[in-house]
């Protein structure tokens, strides 16, 4: 039988023993203790605390600072998540009702003025636009919009964030507003898209609008029967690609038949003519004040089902 010759093992080899376990049980029943009484928030607080609860015990105390630097570094990698999720697009998140850590829902400014803007050239208008918006302006993007929240500082200042964001489209867009607090953002950005959807499909000229504008078309589109109902009865106009443009033309033109006969470079008996076949394609008169805003309503709600 060969004889097995020992070997000592080096340092870090050799196992170490571990602490008693009742003395273990112990530290562990003074860290409880411990954490019951804290009110402190930084994890060196926290560090200092335990290596008082190991009692002198180098063992416990290495357990303890090794533990607390782990601590620290798992608290460090956290923050610059968070810090990073937030800073990449707050505005994106407060428009789509994410939820936002409560530190940061705190920092925001209590009142917000939310403008969807549509340039003519969002990618050029963006910066223009940041600029214009005021102090701290939060900005994101949705559905080819430019969406920033507006802090609004007193009394007058949404007023005055409008005009400057108006003037920067230099008559090339359109912009919707609505106002909310902080507890609102997400249903101030829906109408105020909503808003714009309208305004666009309705031919509205550019410049600022707000659901006061639209209020007839909002009431009426929103019902999703009515919007349909709408939708089915100016539907068939859109196989007369002529009456179609005509209509389109006599509401760009705010119903007047000078201004869309000369736009489609037609007389304005042929004008005539048309917008009596409208009335019969569809059973409203253009002419008539019911009958063209029926049809402007209609349009609208058509064209959103299309969209």
């Known amino acids: 039988m ?14 170490r023993p571990a602490p008693k376990g009742d003395r273990v049980a112990d530290f562990r029943a ?38 607390g630097s782990l601590l620290q570094d798992f608290l460090d990698g956290y923050q610059q998540k968070t810090t990073a999720d937030v800073s990449r697009d707050l505005a994106g998140d407060l428009a789509d009702g994410h939820p936002v850590p409560a530190d940061v829902l705190e920092g ?41 929240f507006i802090p609004a500082a007193g009394p007058g200042s949404g007023e ?31 109408e105020a898209s909503y808003v714009l959807r309208l305004v666009v499909a309705g031919l509205r000229p550019s410049g600022a609008y707000t659901i006061s504008d639209v209020l007839v078309e909002y009431a009426v589109t929103l019902h999703e029967q009515v919007r349909a109902d709408l939708a089915a009865m100016i539907r068939p106009l859109r196989a007369h690609k002529a ?40 059973g409203c008169d253009p002419t008539s004040g019911r009958g063209a805003q029926m049809l402007t309503a209609a349009m609208i709600a058509e064209t959103l089902q299309v969209r």
């Open 30 to 67: 003074k860290v409880r203790a411990a954490g019951q009484e804290w009110t402190g928030s930084e994890p060196d607080e926290l560090v200092e605390l335990l290596t008082k609860a190991a009692a002198g015990d180098p063992r416990l105390a290495a357990i303890v600072d090794a533990g």
């Open 160 to 190: 005055r964030s409008v005009t400057r964001l108006t003037q920067c489209l230099g008559g090339s867009g359109w912009l919707a507003t609505a106002e909310r607090d902080r507890a609102g953002l997400v249903d101030g950005f829906n």
């Open 2 to 15: 060969t004889e097995m010759t020992g070997r000592s093992l080096s340092p870090i080899e050799a196992p």
């Open 243 to 282: 009456l179609w443009e005509t209509l389109t033309a006599f509401v760009d033109s705010d119903y007047s038949r000078n201004k869309a006969a000369r736009s489609l470079f037609i007389h304005r008996s042929t004008l005539d003519y048309r917008l009596r076949r409208i009335g019969d394609v569809t």
């Open 108 to 148: 925001l400014t209590p009142r917000y003025l939310i403008a969807v803007v549509r340039p003519e050239e969002p990618g050029r208008a963006v910066d223009a636009l940041r600029a214009v918006a005021g102090e701290d302006p939060l900005l994101t993007h949705r559905d080819g919009n430019v969406v920033l």
